[in-house]
């Protein structure tokens, strides 16, 4: 479960099993904790909620992990309760992509930030997000929250490379698109 994973240590080895891969399944992340990367990627099969009202988790994504989305998949901060998302790539990077051996723009949903993610907790940097677009919007769609974005890679979206509602305004710096589908910046 997505709100288990953060227990996962980086000194042990995850590999020589059938797939190795870390699978994730739908869950909702209601406990503040680092993903870290990890001698296989994380797959995300479905939805994850990174979201609770009383306890207000942040999922912190640590530097040099790889997160997978199957078709269909998405990561939901503060969609319908309190929660964050800290992406600390500012060495490694850390990469969200398809899970398809062949990827095309379109393969999995997106990241959705929500209205009820913390505006100052919310801050990603060196993040490369590509093949996503599948949710009508964009690679990462942000629903009234103000939090930022940095350094990071925008890419293959079958929509907007980034998607804002019209009083969203996130802080937006140093960001590249590269073939978004229907433009950079909505």
Same mark, same amino acid.
């Given at each position: 479960?997505?709100?288990?994973?953060?227990?996962?240590?980086?000194?042990?080895?995850?590999?020589?099993?059938?797939?190795?891969?870390?699978?994730?399944?739908?869950?909702?992340?209601?406990?503040?904790?680092?993903?870290?990367?990890?001698?296989?990627?994380?797959?995300?099969?479905?939805?994850?909620?990174?979201?609770?009202?009383?306890?207000?988790?942040?999922? @912190?994504?640590? #530097?040099?992990?790889?997160?997978?989305?199957?078709?269909?998949?998405?990561? $939901?901060? =503060?969609?319908? %309760? !309190? /929660?964050?998302?800290?992406?600390?790539?500012?060495?490694?990077?850390?990469?969200?992509?398809?899970?398809?051996?062949?990827?095309?723009?379109?393969?999995?949903?997106?990241?959705?930030?929500? @209205?009820?993610? #913390?505006?100052?907790?919310?801050?990603?940097?060196?993040?490369?997000?590509? $093949?996503? =677009?599948?949710? %009508? !919007? /964009?690679?990462?769609?942000?629903?009234?929250?103000?939090?930022?974005?940095?350094?990071?890679?925008?890419?293959?979206?079958?929509?907007?490379?980034?998607?804002?509602?019209?009083?969203?305004?996130?802080?937006?710096?140093?960001?590249?698109?590269?073939?978004?589908?229907?433009?950079?910046? $909505?």
């Amino acid at each position: 479960p997505a709100d288990s994973a953060g227990q996962l240590d980086p000194s042990s080895s995850y590999t020589g099993n059938g797939t190795d891969l870390i699978f994730v399944s739908a869950d909702v992340v209601e406990n503040t904790q680092t993903w870290q990367p990890l001698d296989v990627d994380y797959l995300i099969d479905t939805y994850v909620y990174v979201q609770n009202s009383t306890y207000r988790p942040v999922l @912190t994504i640590a #530097d040099g992990t790889n997160l997978l989305f199957d078709e269909g998949a998405s990561l $939901y901060v =503060g969609y319908s %309760g !309190y /929660g964050s998302l800290v992406v600390e790539g500012n060495s490694s990077g850390v990469l969200f992509t398809s899970a398809q051996a062949s990827p095309v723009a379109g393969d999995w949903n997106g990241v959705w930030i929500g @209205t009820y993610c #913390d505006d100052s907790t919310t801050e990603i940097s060196g993040l490369t997000v590509e $093949y996503g =677009g599948d949710n %009508g !919007y /964009g690679n990462m769609y942000w629903h009234g929250c103000f939090g930022s974005i940095s350094d990071s890679l925008i890419q293959y979206s079958s929509n907007w490379g980034i998607y804002r509602t019209s009083s969203t305004t996130p802080t937006i710096t140093d960001v590249t698109y590269v073939d978004c589908a229907s433009g950079d910046l $909505y």
